[in-house]
């Protein structure tokens, strides 16, 4: 078990003025940012991330929103990080998000989530080094 997740504040969560409130929530559940950016995915950069999906019937839609404006990308840290964040950011359909949840307050559909959040230790580390080299993250 690692003690370090990865998240990407989306499009729509930046676009709606929600980042401040999303950090906030983040601090308040203990995590802390050992490294953070504010920055916008080239169309091919959202593919090359998100090309474990790339068979999938939503893959064009999901890039083409991935890219359509500045995300905030960060790695985390807190023991049980991983999971301890996927039950801070609420399930992946805002509907069915439990209550305070990041999804639950801030997401608009199950296309536009808000947040992403990394869904195993595994994935945290390669998601976390496709954004950020070593200098750019807190030890």
């Known amino acids: ?24 929530k983040i601090n308040s559940a203990g995590f802390k940012i050992i490294a953070m950016k504010y920055t916008k995915l080239s169309l091919e950069k959202a593919e090359k991330f998100y090309e474990v999906h790339s068979e999938r ?9 991935m890219s359509r404006g500045p ?21 992946t359909n805002p509907a069915e998000a439990k209550e305070g949840t990041i999804r639950n307050l801030y997401a608009t559909s199950m296309g536009e989530n ?3 959040g990394s869904d195993s230790d595994e994935n945290a580390a390669i998601e976390g080094s496709f954004h950020f080299n070593s200098s750019e993250i807190l030890s």
């Open 114 to 116: 808000a947040v992403h």
């Open 57 to 65: 019937p939503f893959f064009n839609e999901l890039v083409t929103f």
């Open 71 to 91: 995300i905030v990308a960060a790695i985390l840290e807190k023991e049980n990080a991983v999971e301890d964040f996927r039950k801070l950011i609420g399930s």
């Open 1 to 24: 078990m690692s003690n370090r997740t990865f998240t990407m504040i989306k499009p729509d969560a930046v676009e709606h003025g929600h980042i401040g409130s999303i950090l906030e």
